[in-house]
T-cell receptor, first 111, second 111 residues
Framework: GIQVEQSPPDLILQEGANSTLRCNFS?????LQWFHQNPWGQLINLFY?????KQNGRLSATTVATERYSLLYISSSQTTDSGVYFCAVVTNAGNNRKLIWGLGTSLAVNP | GAGVSQSPSNKVTEKGKDVELRCDPISGHTALYWYRQSLGQGLEFLIYFQGNSAPDKSGLPSDRFSAERTGGSVSTLTIQRTQQEDSAVYLCASSAEETQYFGPGTRLLVL
């Protein structure tokens, strides 16, 4: 099955710094989503981005489907950005809408 | 409702007992997913309901796990004869199109 790899696994930033998180996937996809899980465990959808670029405030994401990767950019990081960032994909095979999840990038933003 | 709700929020049970976890999806969402997340780990897919189609049960770890979705809305995940390794956070998500919206989870502890 499709493999989803995220990097780096862990990241520590000083408040105000910028960062880039990467998600590589091993097969073509028709659905890619980025999620943030806060330290209390709540998962929030950040972007639905099977291709192209989207921006939402200090966050933006780019997916290059032909090269099988997606990037999540965090600018001017804040302590509230801490948590785990997950990438999840759905392959182009059949009508399957089941998301395949990466293991996440754990981000800690220090004041 | 405004979002996905799950109950109970926490459950402590003794090994060998049965437990039922409930998920109320966002009204009108046709797809419902159950995941399991162990401490510090990524999400493990359990089961997926899509409308009136047969559910995708490929992620259920054993025959002690079962789930149903009544009337295309509320879902119940049942774990029979619980084991200590079943301790985890059980997350439910629903979607109308591609974006998944998560509930707060049920934290299960099997003693």
């Amino acid at each position: 099955g499709i493999q989803v790899e995220q990097s780096p696994p862990d990241l520590i930033l000083q408040e105000g710094a910028n960062s880039t998180l990467r998600c590589n996937f091993s097969d073509s996809v028709n659905n890619l989503q980025w999620f943030h899980q806060n330290p209390w465990g709540q998962l929030i959808n950040l972007f639905y981005i099977p291709s192209g670029t989207k921006q939402n405030g200090r966050l933006s994401a780019t997916t290059v489907a032909t090269e099988r990767y997606s990037l999540l950019y965090i600018s001017s990081s804040q302590t509230t950005d801490s948590g785990v960032y997950f990438c999840a994909v759905v392959t182009n095979a059949g009508n399957n809408r089941k998301l395949i999840w990466g293991l996440g990038t754990s981000l800690a933003v220090n004041p | 409702g405004a979002g996905v709700s799950q109950s109970p929020s926490n459950k402590v049970t003794e090994k060998g007992k049965d437990v039922e976890l409930r998920c109320d999806p966002i009204s009108g969402h046709t797809a419902l997913y159950w995941y399991r997340q162990s401490l510090g780990q990524g999400l493990e897919f359990l089961i997926y309901f899509q409308g009136n189609s047969a559910p995708d049960k490929s992620g259920l770890p054993s025959d002690r796990f079962s789930a149903e979705r009544t009337g295309g809305s509320v879902s119940t995940l049942t774990i029979q004869r619980t084991q200590q390794e079943d301790s985890a956070v059980y997350l439910c998500a629903s979607s109308a199109e591609e974006t998944q919206y998560f509930g707060p989870g049920t934290r299960l502890l099997v003693l």
